[in-house]
């Protein structure tokens, strides 16, 4: 599972996971992103199937800007989530 291979090459980018009915889902800081982007797109992850955003009004950081992702090879899934503040 991607996962488990995030954790082991790109150790402590993953700050939460949640894995439900089959919907594998990681939390990533902002100045991560990229560095799991590049990671994503070698290991097969390279077609963006949407990108969304959740507002958490109460919340900091804000926003939750959610990455759905799908692997061409294997057609497994991972949504991505970075949390951000308005403006960033």
């Not at 692997?71 to 949504?79: A, D, V």
Request: hydrophobic content about 45%.
């Amino acid at each position: 599972m991607v996962i488990e291979h995030i954790d082991e090459q790109l150790p402590g980018i993953i700050l939460e996971r949640h894995d439900f009915r089959g919907d594998h889902t990681v939390v990533v800081g902002r100045e991560s992103f990229l560095v799991l982007a590049d990671f994503l797109y070698e290991e097969g992850f390279q077609f963006l199937v949407d990108i969304t955003a959740v507002d958490f009004l109460e919340r900091d950081p804000r926003f939750d800007v959610v990455y759905h992702w799908l692997n061409l090879n294997n057609q497994e899934r991972l949504r991505v989530k970075v949390q951000v503040n308005a403006g960033v």
